[in-house]
């Protein structure tokens, strides 16, 4: 087994019992990144010569101690996050020569447990709509999803172990679907954002992806600094089931391969329940868009006044009708989404979790359509954590998942059932070779 193929969780094993070094495994990563960025498009930066220095560095270090289970890692960065003299592009042209002379807070986080910046991976133009070219490694004619799309593809096809990504609406847990892997988008305030180029202030997370579970718990303990045993979830959950609005929007496909999955967990000892969506949960579309239009119009307003011509249509569009919307709908929508949180709030904490399927439908085909956020946005608008793990394949071989949603700081928990899960629904993971599809 090369290195790249490895999980995050056997490469951090390895690099601390000495028998693999992170100049070896930013080599293989790198190699594979040659062999097939060409087909996915998956990258927008990556510095090898940098790479090489910086594993060369935390090579020479290894006898001080393995600071985190990230440490010697190359993580994948979502073209949006500010990496110190590295170019950061947003997905826009403007932006194409941009070098900040800072990292994100997050990174900044991540490169003092160890980790090392890869490079930057494609994002849609400001993390909105407008599609980047990266291709699913799945199935290449289909979108791996956005805004996430190179960290997504990245991880899937073993470019890398781990990937950065953000979401707004959907763009962490939807790619991660659409490419049969693990994502997770924490409660909304759990890490800093600064130095993030923002959508929109009030709904932007930072979110990560990996192969497995358990690499997501590696990643968790990293970026928080806390230490938490991985061990199997030995007592089966209570999960609330989500009808209701998920049946009514989810193509016949993923409902139908959502049930089956809910079965299995059922067969495998997970009291199931109906959890009823309260009445409140009706407004979180039109909610969402309200927000997400005035916060994006605010952030883009000075530039989109010089240089508004060189944003591409989608985006164009939303930025001109937030400017329009009157002040008073704006704080309508927040005292709106307010009573959503305390009604969803209290309907999840009747379970361990509540699940539902991670996207409308698989990754649909072709490049102009990112596909549809519905399924992801109101944990986005709440700030609930989410996760989710791939769970079974469509008839044409394109992934699904189960979404997992519990309510704030309450990752660990939502990690220990999302492993249960993963181990129930059996779907296993494996490095994908685009160039066979």
């Known amino acids: 087994m090369k290195p790249y193929e490895l999980s995050l969780a056997e490469a951090s094993s390895r690099i601390k019992n000495g028998s693999l070094s992170p100049i070896d495994l930013a080599e293989s990563l790198l190699e594979r990144i040659d062999e097939i960025e060409p087909t996915l498009e998956a990258w927008v930066t990556v510095n090898g010569d940098q790479v090489r220095k910086e594993a060369e560095k935390i090579t020479r270090m290894l006898g001080e101690g393995v600071r ?3 440490h010697g890692i190359p993580v994948g960065v979502k073209d949006i996050y500010f990496t110190k003299g590295m170019k950061t592009t947003m997905g826009s042209p403007i932006f194409r020569n941009y070098v900040p002379g800072v990292d994100a807070d997050i990174l900044v986080t991540m490169k003092q447990a160890g980790g090392i910046v890869l490079g930057k991976t494609e994002t849609t133009e400001f993390a909105v709509h407008d599609p980047a070219p990266t291709r699913n490694p799945w199935n290449t004619g289909h979108t791996p999803g956005g805004s996430s799309s190179g960290s997504s593809a990245a991880v899937a096809s073993g470019m890398c172990q781990v990937a950065f990504g953000s979401q707004t609406g959907g763009s962490v847990i939807r790619p991660a679907s659409y490419c049969g892997i693990v994502g997770v988008k924490p409660t909304y305030d759990l890490f800093s954002r600064g130095s993030i180029f923002p959508l929109s202030w009030s709904l932007d997370h930072v979110g990560y992806m990996t192969r497995t579970t358990q690499d997501a718990h590696i990643m968790l303990e990293a970026l928080t600094g806390k ?38 967990i059922w067969g495998e000892g997970a009291d199931v329940e109906m959890a ?28 989109f006044k010089t240089r508004g011509d060189e944003y591409r249509s989608y985006l164009r569009g939303f930025i001109s009708s937030g400017l329009l919307v009157p002040a008073t709908a704006y704080l309508r929508a927040q005292r709106l989404r307010g009573q959503i949180i305390q009604d969803m709030r209290n309907l999840i904490g009747q379970f361990d979790c509540v699940i539902c399927p991670s996207a409308t439908d698989s990754a649909p085909e072709g490049l102009e359509w990112t596909g549809s956020p519905a399924f ?15 769970s079974s394949l469509t008839e044409k071989g394109l992934p699904l998942g189960l979404q997992i949603i519990g309510i704030p700081y309450s990752e660990w928990e939502l990690l220990e059932i999302a492993a249960w899960c993963e181990d129930k629904l059996g779907f296993g993971t494996r490095p994908i070779d685009p160039r066979g599809s």
Not at 233 to 253: C, M, T
Not at 376 to 390: A, D, E, H, K, Q
């Open 68 to 70: 985190s289970g990230i």
């Open 227 to 264: 230490e938490k045993e991985w061990h199997p979830r030995i007592h089966a959950p209570k999960v609330g089931l989500l009808a209701g609005y998920f049946k009514e929007n989810a193509v016949e496909e993923v409902w139908q391969g959502f049930e089956r999955s809910v079965a299995k």
């Open 276 to 303: 009823m969506l309260p009445e409140s949960f009706k407004l979180v579309p039109d909610v969402h868009k309200v927000i997400m239009s005035v916060e994006t119009a605010a952030v883009h307003e000075d530039i």
């Open 376 to 390: 992801n946005s109101p944990w986005s608008l709440t700030g609930f954590p989410s996760i989710t793990v791939p």
